[in-house]
């Protein structure tokens, strides 16, 4: 089996072997892992897939020091460009909504 990189409909980035028949079946980050939190999207899968780009694949990677905590921060600092994008926006439009 190839081991590749899977792309699923939310955009979220996997680990997997390329199976027969089109199958793919997922090594990491686990499925749905994010969505037990109940973030919304697209903060979830902006999570999810700096999980995947930090190699955080299951439980004893998460278990690294400071894995999650890292995650964490890096997912935040992307919701706070777009944030800062926001009121960029905003006040270049006079402060008007639409």
Same mark, same amino acid.
């Given at each position: 089996?190839?081991? =590749?990189?899977?792309?699923?409909?939310?955009?979220?980035?996997?680990?997997?072997?390329?199976?027969?028949?089109?199958?793919? =079946? =997922?090594?990491?980050?686990?499925?749905?892992?994010?969505?037990?939190?109940?973030?919304?999207?697209? /903060?979830?899968?902006?999570?999810?897939?700096?999980? /995947?780009?930090?190699?955080?694949?299951? #439980? +004893?990677?998460?278990?690294?020091?400071?894995?999650?905590?890292?995650?964490? #921060?890096?997912?935040?600092? =992307?919701?706070? #460009? +777009?944030?800062?994008?926001? /009121? /960029? +926006?905003?006040? #270049?439009?006079?402060?008007?909504?639409?």
């Amino acid at each position: 089996m190839e081991k =590749i990189t899977h792309i699923d409909d939310k955009g979220r980035k996997y680990i997997a072997w390329k199976g027969e028949l089109g199958m793919n =079946i =997922i090594i990491g980050p686990p499925e749905g892992v994010v969505d037990v939190l109940g973030l919304p999207e697209p /903060f979830a899968t902006n999570l999810h897939n700096v999980l /995947f780009a930090r190699n955080i694949m299951n #439980q +004893r990677d998460a278990s690294r020091p400071n894995a999650l905590l890292g995650a964490l #921060q890096e997912t935040l600092n =992307i919701d706070v #460009q +777009r944030l800062n994008e926001a /009121f /960029f +926006r905003y006040y #270049q439009d006079g402060g008007h909504n639409g």
